[in-house]
C-alpha cells in the first residue's frame, strides 16, 4: 500500500446539506484539518483543499464541490495535477450498509453502489482506491434512501456518530503518518 497523500471526504456542498448524513465525509475531513492545521481555502478543480505537512510528506485534503454523484470530476484532475496515484488517496464517505456507530477501512473494490465512490471510480478508472466508511445504517421502512441520507442525523444518531467521525479522523491521520494499512484495519475497523 502507497502512503496516503491525498483525503478525500464525500459530500454536497453548501449549509443545506452541512449536517446530512450523506455528509459524514466532509465532516470527518473538516476534523482531520482542525487536527492538522490544515485550512481548506483552495479552490481547485471543483474542490475545496488544502495543503500541509504530515512528517515529511505534503499532503492535501479534499472536498469535491461537484455535488456527491460526480465526485470524481474533482477528484481525478486532482489526483493528476499533483501526480498522486489512486492507491495513495483515501475516500471517505457514508455507508448505508453499516450500523450507526460503525467505521470500516477497506483497501479497495466496488463502490458498494455508493454513487459518489462509483464516479470516483470511473473517473481514475480503477476500483483500487482505499475507502474509510462510516456507518449510517438503512432507512425505517418505508422512507425513501435519498430523503434519508439528505436529512440531517437524529440526536439519537449524533450520539453514535459524533465519536466515530472522530475515530475517522484518527484513522486517516494514522495513514497520513505512514501507518500500514493493514494495523489500520486491524486498530480502526469495528
Not at 475545496?48 to 512528517?55: I, N, P, R, S
Not at 435519498?146 to 479522523?169: C, M, N, Q, T
Amino acid at each position: 500500500m502507497a502512503l496516503v497523500l491525498m483525503v478525500v471526504g464525500l459530500g454536497n456542498p453548501g449549509p443545506r446539506y452541512a449536517t446530512t448524513r450523506h455528509n459524514a465525509g466532509f465532516m470527518v475531513v473538516d476534523l482531520l484539518a482542525d487536527d492538522l492545521g490544515i485550512t481548506l481555502d483552495r479552490t481547485r478543480d471543483q474542490a475545496l483543499t488544502g495543503q500541509g505537512l504530515v512528517g515529511n510528506n505534503r499532503v492535501l485534503l479534499v472536498k469535491p464541490q461537484t455535488y456527491m454523484n460526480n465526485s470524481g470530476q474533482a477528484v481525478a484532475p486532482l489526483a493528476r495535477w499533483y501526480g498522486i496515484a489512486p492507491e495513495a488517496i483515501l475516500v471517505i464517505h457514508d455507508d448505508l450498509d453499516l450500523a450507526p456507530g460503525r467505521l470500516r477501512l477497506r483497501r479497495g473494490g466496488s463502490s458498494g453502489g455508493h454513487r459518489g465512490l462509483q464516479s470516483i471510480i470511473t473517473h481514475l478508472g480503477t476500483t483500487a482506491v482505499p475507502r474509510l466508511k462510516i456507518g449510517i445504517g438503512r432507512p425505517p421502512l418505508g422512507q425513501n434512501v435519498i430523503d434519508y441520507v439528505l436529512k440531517p442525523f437524529s440526536e439519537g444518531d449524533w450520539e453514535l456518530i459524533r465519536p466515530v467521525l472522530l475515530e475517522a479522523a484518527r484513522a486517516a491521520r494514522f495513514l497520513l503518518e505512514g501507518g500500514s494499512m493493514d494495523e489500520a484495519m486491524n486498530r480502526f475497523n469495528h
